[in-house]
């Protein structure tokens, strides 16, 4: 199973690629440039049976922000020549046979986090985001594409200094800039997997601060104490952190089995969009002009 974080690779594409990639109507098509790029190549190099590309649908608003206002409120607002082109993605996504999934509530991450825990193969997620690490299990990968790296759970532990299951837990007290997740102040990596190490959890750990407070660690005391004045956003990290494996899918969203491209879509796809022959190339279109 290959499941693909898209948004991920949409972003990297519009902001890798200059807004002088348009099409006919001299709109932006950048984005679609690079996306269609990264997914023809990916699907070029698997032979898997069931493909699912997950969308964030919200480039604003997830159920996380119902419990903390502040989660991604860092980010800027995503340009609208950004916003245009992600429907076009989702479209030639769905067009080359890849089922497509999204939602108003949840993020791409519960999305692929969901199909992953349901499914009864090794799963490989193809994203840059450490959060769906947390999944990993016996089998599974999370290829960073553009990155050309591969991780499975000893591979994450190695970079992390936690299993795969602690990720949560890790962010927790590390934090995370990316989606304003404030974590504890002044715990860094190393600290944080340290304490990990000792301790099952951040529940384990912050029910027994005078153990942090004994323990061998640098400035246990010190340590001990942010942590009993950050306790409650410790936890609050940890939630914000943790992908929802279990989102009521209906059977038409967990159909995704891999399907023969649609040829006709894609050229009136093209067609819409002004898509140049460059485009249409990797799409397998222009070759298929010549033959006719």
């Not at 997830?62 to 502040?70: G, I, L, P, V």
């Not at 089922?99 to 825990?117: G, H, K, M, V």
């Not at 504890?184 to 990990?196: E, S």
Request: overall charge negative; some cysteine; proline content about 4%.
């Amino acid at each position: 199973m290959l499941l693909i974080d898209a948004s991920v690779y949409i972003f990297r594409a519009f902001h890798a690629l200059p807004d002088s990639i348009t099409g006919a109507d001299g709109r932006p098509l950048n984005a679609v440039h690079g996306y269609v790029g990264f997914l023809t190549a990916l699907l070029a190099t698997t032979d898997e049976t069931y493909v699912a590309a997950a969308f964030d649908e919200s480039l604003t608003h997830s159920f996380r922000n119902e419990f903390f206002a502040d989660y991604k409120a860092n980010r800027e607002q995503p340009p609208a020549d950004l916003v245009n082109q992600i429907g076009v993605c989702r479209a030639i996504t769905e067009a080359l046979g890849v089922a497509t999934l999204s939602s108003p509530r949840y993020e791409a991450d519960d999305l692929i986090a969901t199909l992953a825990a349901a499914a009864d193969e090794p799963v490989t997620m193809v994203t840059s985001d450490k959060d769906l690490a947390q999944i990993l299990g016996s089998g599974d990968i999370l290829w960073d594409y553009a990155r050309e790296t591969r991780y499975d759970a000893a591979a994450i532990r190695a970079r992390f200094g936690v299993a795969p299951a602690a990720i949560p837990d890790y962010l927790a007290l590390v934090g995370d800039t990316v989606d304003n997740i404030p974590g504890v102040p002044g715990i860094g990596a190393k600290t944080a997997a340290a304490l990990l190490s000792r301790f099952a959890d951040i529940d384990t750990l912050l029910a027994d601060i005078d153990a942090v407070r004994a323990a061998d660690l640098r400035g246990a005391k010190a340590l001990a104490t942010r942590l009993e004045t950050h306790a409650e956003q410790a936890r609050l990290s940890r939630r914000l952190a943790t992908v929802v494996r279990d989102i009521a899918l209906d059977a038409a969203q967990r159909d995704i089995a891999r399907r023969a491209p649609d040829t006709a879509r894609l050229q009136q796809l093209c067609d819409e969009h002004g898509v140049g022959p460059r485009l249409r190339g990797q799409l397998g279109l222009e070759a298929e002009s010549e033959a006719i």
